[in-house]
């Protein structure tokens, strides 16, 4: 394709987002028996992830038009879904160390729905010290504070301390760029999201991290490209638009396109692609996900660059 990279950027996100809106039934939560949510955790994970994408559409607002009605409509569902938010409340009364009904509540309260009830649970839980305390590793703990930022908590004893949050991880630590390995850069993608609020906020990422990474995403990008891994592709090329000089560049949105199919759905890697629009959908609803947050911050970051006199 010879489009220019921006132009190429929305046209792969909104045919991505048209996918994910057309297809949101397959995502369908009603069959979960309780908030417990013993049957399927990954249909209640992939409607979290909708929800941040569409979340995050609505709040750039560089999409067009028809692309933030869809938005908003993918955001409505998943919160519908959610019995409008009562099945994060009922599984934080339940579980009250479980961490993933405040993260995927902000994805909700960012496209301004709230839920009063889990407003007043998440407000006395955020400031227990076993709230800080839970087991999780290191870029979760980041995941965690970010969701508290979102939510409006994170004052007075629910106030992160980002600076240590960030040096425990491994992209914290800068270091031998070349022993990194795939679930490791997946750790990297998201601490960057967190630190950054999904590019909302890129000077929270320490100078020396912002600099470190200018020098090696260029090169895990290309590597996880040319062994197919196009989910992890595309999260990297995420973490690239998350830099304080944040670049949208040509050849990964060549490559992006690409590997795009017809009606909009991004394959997770080179493999085979189900024929069952069912299985497609659980097969590669995420990297789909990703296309569309990745164009949307490339449209964002394009209109917030200065342009040259």
């Known amino acids: 394709m010879s489009l220019p990279p921006t132009e190429l950027a929305h046209t792969v996100s909104s045919r991505a987002l048209h996918w994910l809106h057309a297809n949101r039934a397959y995502g369908d939560l009603s069959d979960l028996p309780d908030a417990d949510l013993v049957s399927d955790r990954g249909a209640y994970k992939a409607l979290g992830e909708t929800a941040l994408a569409a979340s995050l559409v609505l709040r750039g607002g ?17 919160w519908e879904q959610t019995s409008n938010g009562s099945l994060l409340y009922e599984r934080l009364l339940r579980n009250p160390l479980k961490t993933d009904p405040l993260e995927t509540y902000a994805h909700f309260t960012r496209g301004g729905h709230r839920l009063p009830e889990l407003d007043e649970l998440l407000a006395h839980t955020v400031a227990l010290t076993s709230a800080h305390a839970v087991e999780h590793v290191p870029n979760r703990r980041l995941g965690v504070a970010n969701a508290v930022r979102v939510t409006g908590l994170d004052h007075g004893p629910g106030t992160p301390r980002w600076e240590a949050l960030t040096r425990d991880t491994w992209l914290g630590s800068t270091p031998e760029p070349w022993h990194i390995d795939w679930l490791t850069a997946y ?7 967190h630190l950054t609020d999904w590019g909302r906020l890129p000077d929270g990422l320490p100078v020396d991290v912002a600099a470190y990474l ?10 996880w490209a040319e062994a197919g891994h196009w ?16 670049r949208v560049d040509a050849e990964d949105w060549r490559r ?8 909009g759905m991004v394959p997770r890697d080179d493999k085979p692609v189900d024929d069952d629009p069912a299985q497609r959908f659980e097969d590669h609803q995420h990297p789909t996900i990703v ?6 911050l490339a449209l964002s970051r394009a209109l917030d660059s200065p342009r040259p006199d």
């Open 291 to 296: 296309a569309v947050i990745a164009g949307n």
């Open 231 to 246: 989910d992890l592709m595309a999260e990297l090329m995420i973490v690239d638009l998350c830099l304080p000089d944040a």
């Open 187 to 193: 750790a990297v993608t998201h601490t960057v999201y």
């Open 62 to 78: 560089a999409a067009g038009t028809t692309e933030l009605a869809l938005a908003r409509e993918l955001l409505a569902y998943c």
């Open 214 to 223: 200018r020098d090696w995403l260029p090169v895990w990008t290309d590597i």
């Open 256 to 263: 992006l396109a690409e590997i795009q199919h017809d009606d």
